[in-house]
């Protein structure tokens, strides 16, 4: 025999705001864009960009930074290997490489190219892009050694080279590195410009932001 479910006392929400919620939800779920970062070195990177997602956090994004310390092609054969690249779990994969004294920055960017992988390069290395929140900075820098005196003008450089997002970065600084990062080459040939850094893509990217102003290089 069925039973006939006791009532449970609780009020139940009234007619089509009740369905509005529950379509909400679903389209909220159903639209989550699947974004993982590689970032090919430890701590500086995955800090920054953490922080940068848990202040500018979309509800219609998830996020997941990686690291995989390593050259250029590593990296990106990580990405491909190990997350099976753009396609498979995620719908966006980048991988944060710096010029730095690597050689085999066009093998990476020849998989990248295959797999769809998308590279957020710096030249000669990441912290220019932290400068770059604090100074319109142009001149040329042979390597992280050469940058580090002059971020530590503006910003704490710590040894085990972790960062505080919020205390160093924050705010609208951000914004302000993107307009002086676009300014230094066109982007995609961030390899071959020092200094110069296409992070500023990979920003707006989780900001939501890099549909509104410009479009995805091929």
Excluded at 99 to 109: I, M, S
Excluded at 150 to 173: C, I, N, S, T, W
Aim: charged fraction near 30%.
């Amino acid at each position: 025999m069925v039973r006939t479910p006791k009532p449970s006392g609780r009020k139940r929400p009234q007619g089509p705001s009740h369905e509005t919620d529950l379509s909400r939800r679903t389209d909220t779920r159903d639209s989550l864009e699947r974004l993982l970062v590689v970032c090919g070195a430890e701590t500086t990177e995955s800090d920054y960009l953490n922080g940068f997602k848990a202040a500018f956090k979309r509800r219609t994004l998830s996020v997941r930074v990686t690291e995989k310390p390593g050259s250029p092609s590593q990296v990106v054969r990580y990405a491909v290997d190990k997350w099976g690249g753009s396609g498979g779990e995620f719908d966006q994969v980048w991988c944060v490489v710096d010029v730095d004294e690597f050689e085999d920055l066009d093998r990476a960017q020849a998989l990248a190219r295959r797999e769809h992988v998308e590279l957020a390069v710096s030249n000669p290395c990441f912290e220019l892009w932290l400068l770059l929140h604090h100074t319109d900075h142009r001149g040329w820098v042979p390597n992280y050694r050469a940058l580090k005196p002059l971020l530590q003008k503006h910003a704490e450089v710590r040894p085990d080279k972790r960062v505080d997002f919020l205390r160093d970065y924050g705010g609208d600084l951000w914004e302000r590195a993107v307009s002086r990062a676009r300014e230094l080459a066109p982007e995609g040939t961030e390899h071959e410009s020092n200094p110069s850094t296409r992070v500023w893509r990979l920003v707006l990217t989780i900001n939501g932001q890099c549909g509104r102003d410009a479009s995805t290089a091929g």
